[in-house]
């Protein structure tokens, strides 16, 4: 491992001084995702295997099978090794297409090095939230945009929260790239349930409500594939269906994650009703 990093150091940037103490991270952590300050600046190391899948992925599978929905397909499950394999992949794929990501700095087995993207939009949107509105929901709006712009570029990304997101020279990059549901569903149909993901954020982070709700999906819309768009009038019809339901739900205990299905889906199922694309 030594003589890796050796090997590594002249490309990454990585002291001599600091080949040491990663190591001893990368040998006594149990983390599944641990910062380690660098001189040369802070890494984080991401291992796989310290989480099981759990039970309800076959039964997500399956109930995606059973009523036609391709959207609630989970992605492969793999091995250790095959989870940090497909991440290194993504991130190479991402970086192809010119998208803003975490450097893998190294790898050993189920154990990833990346560089240190900075804060996340998650943390940035927290930051701001009270004391300037307009700047938290451009920043939303900014993230909806350029997950469209990574939907043109033939991309999903399978799990596009804010905490995945950061900050580039005014560019969104992305990161965590668990997820790979192109695997298990048409492109299109990934790129749709991407932003009905990211809107489930949006929709009750915003601050200024419905004008806010409103640039986001057209900041999406206007640079996103069309079939994409069709894609997503599909999965909001299909989940509109089940609004009713959520709201009785939500009168005996409304849960966060409830409001945030009940408030993004009714607001796009309105959206294709309002807007009507060609």
């Not at 192109?182 to 409500?209: C, H, N, S, Y």
Request: hydrophobic residues 45%; glycine residues 6%.
């Amino acid at each position: 491992m030594a003589n890796d990093f050796d090997n590594l150091r002249a490309d990454t940037g990585l002291r001599e001084e600091d080949v040491p103490v990663l190591l001893a991270a990368l040998l006594r952590g149990s983390k599944r995702v641990e910062r380690v300050g660098l001189s040369s600046g802070a890494v984080w190391i991401k291992r796989y295997g310290t989480e099981r899948a759990p039970r309800w992925v076959a039964l997500q599978r399956m109930l995606a099978n059973l009523i036609r929905a391709p959207f609630l397909r989970p992605s492969p499950v793999l091995a250790d090794e095959g989870m940090a394999e497909r991440e290194i992949r993504r991130i190479a794929q991402f970086a192809a297409h010119d998208v803003p990501t975490a450097r893998v700095i190294y790898s050993s087995g189920s154990a990833v090095v990346f560089s240190d993207a900075g804060e996340t939009i998650d943390s940035e949107l927290w930051a701001i939230a009270k004391r300037d509105a307009p700047a938290h929901d451009d920043m939303l709006i900014h993230c909806a945009a350029e997950l469209g712009r990574l939907h043109a570029k033939g991309l999903c990304h399978g799990r596009p929260y804010p905490r995945d997101m950061f900050l580039k020279d005014g560019r969104v990059g992305f990161m965590d790239f668990e997820e790979e549901p192109d695997k298990v569903m048409p492109l299109e149909t990934a790129q749709a349930r991407d932003i009905w993901l990211l809107f489930l954020q949006v929709a009750t982070r915003a601050k200024l409500g419905r004008a806010t709700h409103d640039r986001a999906y057209h900041a999406w819309a206007e640079v996103a594939p069309p079939a994409a768009i069709a894609e997503l009038r599909k999965l909001t019809g299909f989940l509109g269906a089940f609004l009713s339901t959520a709201r009785l739900i939500g009168r005996v205990h409304m849960g966060s994650d409830l409001r945030r299905f009940i408030v993004a889906t009714s607001y796009l199922v309105h959206a294709f009703v309002n807007y009507r694309q060609d």
